[in-house]
């Protein structure tokens, strides 16, 4: 089985910076894309970043410039730098990736981490 855990998470007000951390556990042979998504009370999910094992990354426009997505394949983890943090990014962040089990690829959540920006 494997285990996705999140970290990092909390208050910050308007202006401020957190650092989410997600450290893959378990069966893995290897990890192909890995995402954060979030998602605030009455509203959908929507995927924040995304990263390949390659180092190449893509963000949901309202972020561009202001998060960074990196990820460490030796350690099976991936960060989201979030800096010039706005109310509008309060929600549940949760660590998302497709993970290869001998043939078989699958998806995994984490169970998410609550970021709150408030003054």
């Known amino acids: 089985q494997v285990q996705l855990v999140e970290s990092g998470g909390g208050l910050v007000q308007p202006g401020g910076s957190l650092r989410l951390s997600c450290a893959a556990s378990?069966?893995?042979?290897?990890?192909?894309?890995m995402r954060w998504y979030r998602q605030a009370p009455g509203k959908q999910r929507d995927m924040v970043a995304n990263i390949t094992p390659g180092g190449s990354t893509g963000y949901l426009d309202s972020v561009k410039g202001r998060f960074t997505i990196s990820r460490d394949n030796a350690k099976n983890t991936v960060d989201l730098q979030m800096n010039s943090l706005e109310p509008e990014d309060t929600a549940v962040y949760y660590c998302n990736a497709d993970i290869r089990q001998g043939n078989n690829l699958r998806n995994y959540w984490g169970q998410g981490t609550q970021v709150t920006v408030s003054s």
């Open positions: 378990g069966n893995i042979n290897s990890i192909e894309i």
